[in-house]
Structures are given as C-alpha cells and as structure tokens.
C-alpha cells in the first residue's frame, strides 16, 4: 500500500491567463478553494507546482530539494535580473557569490547608508519646498539612486541621475509587461550593464581611481577560494542588483506615504513613540502591501513531501504574497495592524516578503537588512520632518499589476519642513 497522494490538480489546458488575470491572490485564491497548501497547474505552456505557507516555504528553500538554475523565466533574466548573478547560481557557487553580497551588509556599512540616505532625503526635501508639487514616487525613486550610487561609489553626473534613475526603474517596472513597456526595459538593462562595465573596466585599467574600501572596488577585486575574479559582465550585473533594488526600495516608501495618509491613528502613535513601534509600522508595511508575488525553483531530485511526489525538473512557485496573507499564520491578514509584529517570533519562513529561510546558505534577499533602515529614516522623515497635504487624486493600487505602485504614484503638496 502507497501513502502517496495526489497533489490537487487545477484542471485545463493552461492557466496563465488566470495568473494575470487574478494576480497577487492567484496562489491563495486556489489554495483556498483545494483547501490545501499545495496545487499543481499548467503556467505558460509548462506544468507547475505552486505553494504557500510556512511549511511550503521551509522545503522550498531546503537546497537539497529545490535549485535556481534556469527556474526564472527569461523575460525576467533580461529585466529583473541580468545574466550569470546570484539568483541563478546553487550549491558552493551560490554561498561564495552570496558571501560577497553579505560582508557588505555590515554593521560599519548600514550605518554608512543610513547617513547618506539622510543627506539624501534632506536635500530632496530643501527642493520641494519650492515646488508647487511632487509626485513622490518619481522623487523618491531619485532619491535612491543618489543614495545608492554614493554609497557603491558610482560617480554619476547631475545630468545623469534622472536617466540612470528612469532606467534603474524600468528594470523592475517592467518585469510583468508585455509589448513596448517590456522591451523598455530589456534597454534600460542593457544601458546600465554598458555604462557600468566601462566603469569596471576603467578602473581595471587604472584609468579611474576608486578607494579600497568602496563596495565597487571589493566586487571587482572579489575572488573565490579558486582564485577566479569575476568577469566584467558579471560584476556590472551583481553592481546592478544592489543599485536596482535599491531604487526599488521607492515602492515601499511609497506604501509608507500611503498608510501615513490611510492610517492617522497608527501615524499618531509614531509621532510620540519609541523605535519599536516605527519597526512594527514598518513591518506590517512590508507584510501588508503586494511586491514580490512568488518566487520560481526547480525541483533538484524527485522528491516526496506529505506524500505528495515532486518529480526532478517541475517548475514550482513559492508564494510569498500568500504566505504573508495566510491566515493559518496571520489573524485577520487583510487588516493593517502594526502590533501584531508584538508577538512574531521571528520566523524565518512565516514572514517572507523578501523571501525565507537563511541569509548565507540559502536566496534570501541580501538586502533586507538594507530595506528595513531606509524605510525607518523614510518613515521619521514622512512624520516627523515635514508638513504636507494629500490633493485629491487616485490612491488605489492594483493587485494584478507587478509591481503595483498607488495610481497616482502619490502627489503630495504644500510641503514645509518641520521646526
Ligand atoms: C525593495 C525591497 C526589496 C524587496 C521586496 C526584495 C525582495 C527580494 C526577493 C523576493 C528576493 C528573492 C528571494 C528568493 O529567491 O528566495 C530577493 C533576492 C535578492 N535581493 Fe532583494 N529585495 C529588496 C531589496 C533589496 C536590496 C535593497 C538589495 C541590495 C542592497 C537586494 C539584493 C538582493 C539580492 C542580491 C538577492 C539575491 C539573493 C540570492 O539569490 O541569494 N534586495 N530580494
């Protein structure tokens, strides 16, 4: 006798149209109807396993059972992502590239980012004062790339930054797009990865001087225990994605802004309290708002899990919006309630907006770290530092476009800073 069971099944030829159709809730919406955490389905053509919840997480990012390599569908590789970087990689590869990417998430290096960061917000701030508007998530997206170049130590020129910016941007804006918003984006990519490969190569001909100690500098000279370097194209992708994220860090800022003007009596408590409280507000943010919808791996071996059978090569999809939204974790997931962080203990496959599991061995976002501190000063500089107002303006958001950002893109005014 077999304990094996069968992995519910969505029937139908393809369901792609479904996925675009019901975005974000796609995974949860069918989770909920087979009353299980796992579905198998036919996505572009290919059959596909999805799941969600903190026991799918825990065995998607068990290296063991699942790999990265060509799991992303290449219309991603070729906006999002870039070619050769570390998302791709498995295995000993995978934790010395990784490595890179954490020993420059420092405590040193943090607080390097933060006071750039502040300098950023408050010259951005020195400016809008003498605007009649701004549509903050085109300000704030500059406002990132200022800081991420500076704390890389990317020189970019004053008549630069909005062109690096717009296409830093379209990188991650157009990763779900179809037609001509698409192939923005595969250009803005192949721009950035050209200007900052001639960089590389500059410096590598001693015809740019950069300090030792910059992050730039350490990914050019990075080597593996082999003693390989690695190649011009693939540090201007790695470059890229600390830079593009960074800038992408514009669409949570953005969500911050929105709860700040949804939310007053949550926005009340900031002003008069401690830290603890703006990480809470600052978490339910992250846990609360659509960005990443799922990540994609491959099975490595066949497999059993709950006597489900994963057979070598199936494509699988784990949810991370869903799992945020679960409400075998969450009480009441749709509500925004920053004091539920009160008593999260920490999970590392409960809360995963930036994916799950460990930094080092496994594809956890480098930058969460990162992520978190930019949003705390965003946050204090949204409360406590200036004065504005909302107009009337379209302020839903979309839960089928990817990324979803407010319509409006949030155009505040009247801003006056605070004494
Ligand atoms: C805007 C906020 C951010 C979000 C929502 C986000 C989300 C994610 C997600 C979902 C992953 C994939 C996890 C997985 O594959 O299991 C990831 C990976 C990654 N993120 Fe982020 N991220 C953000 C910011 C950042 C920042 C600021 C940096 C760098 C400074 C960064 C660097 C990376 C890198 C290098 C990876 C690849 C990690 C690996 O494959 O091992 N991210 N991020």
Redesign the pocket.
């Known amino acids: 006798m077999s304990n094996r069971s069968q992995i519910p099944r969505e029937e139908g030829i393809d369901h792609t149209l479904s996925l675009i159709r019901e975005g974000y809730r796609y995974i949860l919406n069918r989770r909920q109807i087979f009353s299980c955490d796992i579905f198998e389905t036919r996505l572009v053509g290919k059959k596909a396993i999805c799941m969600g919840g903190k026991e799918a997480a825990e065995i998607?990012?068990d290296n063991e059972k699942f790999k990265?390599k060509d799991a992303a569908p290449n219309r991603a590789v070729q906006t999002l992502f870039g070619k050769n970087?570390?998302?791709?990689?498995d295995g000993q590869a995978?934790r010395q590239?990784?490595e890179m990417?954490m020993s420059?998430?420092s405590s040193n290096e943090l607080d390097r980012l933060t006071g750039i960061i502040r300098k950023q917000w408050k010259l951005a701030v020195d400016k809008w004062v003498q605007m009649d508007k701004v549509i903050f998530y085109e300000e704030v997206k500059e406002i990132m790339c200022r800081t991420?170049c500076e704390w890389i130590s990317i020189p970019v020129s004053a008549n630069k930054v909005k062109g690096v910016t717009k296409d830093l941007g379209a990188m991650f804006e157009s990763v779900a797009a179809i037609g001509p918003t698409h192939w923005l984006g595969r250009n803005a990519r192949n721009r950035i990865e050209k200007w900052v490969g001639k960089l590389v190569e500059e410096i590598r001909d001693g015809k740019v001087n950069v300090s030792e100690n910059s992050i730039l500098y350490k990914f050019i000279r990075y080597h593996d225990p082999y003693g390989n370097s690695l190649d011009t194209d693939t540090v201007a992708v790695?470059v890229i994605?600390?830079l593009?994220?960074?800038v992408?860090?514009?669409?949570?800022i953005n969500f911050i802004a929105l709860t700040v003007y949804h939310y007053p009596n949550e926005t009340k408590k900031l002003e008069r309290s401690d830290e603890k409280y703006s990480l809470k507000f600052i978490q339910e943010v992250?846990r609360f708002y659509p960005?990443?919808p799922f990540?994609?791996?491959l099975v490595k071996n066949d497999f059993i899990w709950k006597g489900y059978k994963f057979e070598e090569g199936t494509l699988t999809l784990?949810d991370?919006y869903g799992t945020n939204h679960d409400p075998n974790i969450w009480e009441n997931p749709d509500v925004f309630n920053p004091d539920r962080f009160t008593t999260w203990d920490g999970g590392l496959f409960d809360f995963?907006?930036?994916?799950?599991?460990d930094?080092f061995m496994?594809?956890?976002?480098?930058?969460?770290w990162?992520?978190i501190e930019?949003m705390k000063v965003s946050l204090d500089y949204l409360v406590n530092r200036i004065n504005y107002d909302v107009p009337d303006q379209d302020l839903s958001f979309s839960m089928v476009s990817m990324p979803s950002i407010p319509r409006s893109k949030m155009v505040i005014k009247n801003i006056s800073k605070r004494e």
Request: with cysteine; net charge positive.
């Open positions: 998607f990012y990265r970087g570390v998302q791709a990689l995978h590239r990784k990417f420059i998430m991420a790695e994605n600390i593009r994220p960074l992408a860090i514009a669409i949570f992250r960005f990443f990540v994609a791996g784990l991370l995963i907006p930036q994916g799950g599991g930094y496994g594809h956890r976002c480098a930058g969460e990162v992520t930019i």
